[in-house]
């Protein structure tokens, strides 16, 4: 099941450092802190073997903005404004956004859509950073039956690694590429470990295969100390629906609660099929998109109504959700707002979204936000980052 939150910056704009990944994440435990379902994501969370998963992804901010070079003391603009410090944004440049923009939140663990989005409601107002921005709306998105083969997209990079240990104690970290064979055996690897931990049983079917198509624009992210690449682009999956509804619901790759791997269908023309019609307000549907100042206008026609996906995967994934039994904080669901998300989420697969209004109301134009450094395709091992 997916959330999308619609914000209005309070002053108007909204300035970030241009890696901002960890203030969404930050926000989203924000918005889970309290909850059942935050004690049990942190305590215990979905395991398999020595392995926890979090099961959740959220998108890149989604509006008009344009990036901008700044400097450590410069009024205004300076990233420590909005709750970093220059150590975090060592290039100097911070992303502005202007108007209004749109956060997805992502999870096949509904108690997590549901406390997120109850909170978010109630609460009315949060922070990003240092900056409030208002609520305006809360709107449940969901993907009709998964059908492979299907196109799907990258919204955010994909990012699958290697970690070697050297003699000398230092520790060497491997990016793959895609169409190097381990970045798509890697991916297809990582759903099958994501199910089994979901489901609490080992998988028996036949997996997916996974087939990169036209070209992967790399991206390099600083993440706190750290730094992840990725990929964004379009693949072609088949195999196993349970396995993709899953993917397109917890993410694809590694790095998920990071806010990589979140994954959208493409309608393709040759045949219609890929799941799911574009959002009012997205490229495609008549309305304006910022374009990335680095690759051109934003790609169209390719966002869904995602998650609760239909079929087999319905029945195993809603059987996994229900073993779980882990409520949403009583304080939270028991106000209107989060009756009404319930009710969302109860809706048929693919019937339309239902917008829940907030502090505002009213369209948005949406972006493709710019996040990292794009590097040329290649084969293979594309990085190796010591730490």
Known sequence: MRVVFDLRPVAGQLVLPLHYNS????????LLAGTEVAAFLHDQGFTRGARRYKLFTFSRLEGAYAIER?????????PASAGSSTTANPTNKVIRFTG?????????YVPVIHAAASRALQRGALRLGTQEVEVAAVHCEELPPVTPPL??????????YSTVHRPD??????????????FERLVAENLVRKWEAFTGRAYEGAGVQIRWRGRARGHVTRF???????FTGRFLIDGDPALIALGLEAGFGSKNAQGFGLCDPVVTPQDGRGGGSARAGEPGNGAAAAADPDHGPAEGGAAPHAAVSGGRTAGEVESARQSRQV?????????GAALEVERCADREPGSPGSTLAGAGSGGTSDAAGHHGRDEPPGGGVTSVIRV
Do not use: C, M
């Open 23 to 30: 203030i969404l994440q930050g926000l989203v435990y924000h």
């Open 70 to 78: 700044t400097h450590p003391h410069e009024g205004g603009t300076n």
């Open 327 to 335: 409520p949403v904080d009583a304080t939270v669901s028991s106000d």
């Open 100 to 108: 209004r923009v749109r956060l997805t939140l992502s999870s096949p």
């Open 169 to 182: 104690g230092s520790r060497f970290t491997y990016f793959f590429e895609p169409r190097s064979g381990e």
């Open 151 to 160: 196109t799907l997209r990258a919204r955010t990079p994909i990012t699958v």
């Open 224 to 230: 706190r100390h750290g730094v992840i690449k990725g």
